[in-house]
């Protein structure tokens, strides 16, 4: 077993001896919002929107893009389990902003091990066993983080499964204070009518 394994059974057991009355929680979240934002590590919704178990939906991705899988998630998060308002929190110093489509499916191409990054860019050890599989995938990078923001927002709103009355707000959050910034051009396109 793996040290990383062995961490999480731990970590788990203590939690399952703290648990009370967690079991009696409702399926629809509490609070009836959820939020789309990036798998980044740095990131912790609970804590950044104060959230507790049973609060809200957090669906997470890289990049928090509005993919379509995504998408899927808010229509079930809103049409099954009424959540009522959206938040699109995109953040700083994110790792989509690194590389393109075109980067990773080279990469890829390469081979499937892990690659590098320095001052001149990408690397792949090359060390045999890649695919081109990854030069038919949109893998949703961007260079402009409100922008991205914004054009998720606009994706999301613009979709014909999702009510004109949610309301979706755009933010970025910001890896060195913690505090959520909006994007008034995005949440202005999330408005609600």
Not at 19 to 37: C, M, S, Y
Not at 98 to 127: Q, R, Y
């Amino acid at each position: 077993m793996s040290k990383i394994v062995s961490e999480v059974e731990a970590a788990n057991a203590e939690y399952v001896s703290n648990f009370g009355d967690k079991g009696n929680l409702p399926l629809p979240p509490g609070r009836h919002f959820a939020i789309l934002t990036c798998m980044d590590a740095r990131l912790d919704p609970a804590k950044y929107a104060g959230l507790a178990e049973g609060d809200a939906h957090v669906i997470r991705n890289a990049g928090g893009r509005a993919s379509d899988d995504a998408i899927r998630s808010l229509v079930i998060s809103y049409k099954l389990l009424g959540t009522r308002e959206w938040f699109v929190i995109h953040h700083t110093d994110c790792g989509m902003e690194l590389f393109t489509s075109e980067i990773m499916g080279d990469l890829l191409s390469g081979s499937l091990k892990t690659a590098s990054v320095d001052s001149s860019g990408w690397h792949d050890s090359n060390a045999g066993g890649g695919t081109n599989d990854g030069k038919f995938i949109s893998w949703l990078t961007f260079k402009d983080n409100a922008k991205s923001v914004v054009e998720d927002v606009q994706r999301i709103r613009s979709n014909s499964m999702v009510p004109k009355d949610i309301p979706i707000y755009g933010y970025i959050y910001d890896c060195k204070t913690g505090k959520l910034v909006e994007v008034p051009e995005a949440t202005k396109a999330g408005k609600a009518s």
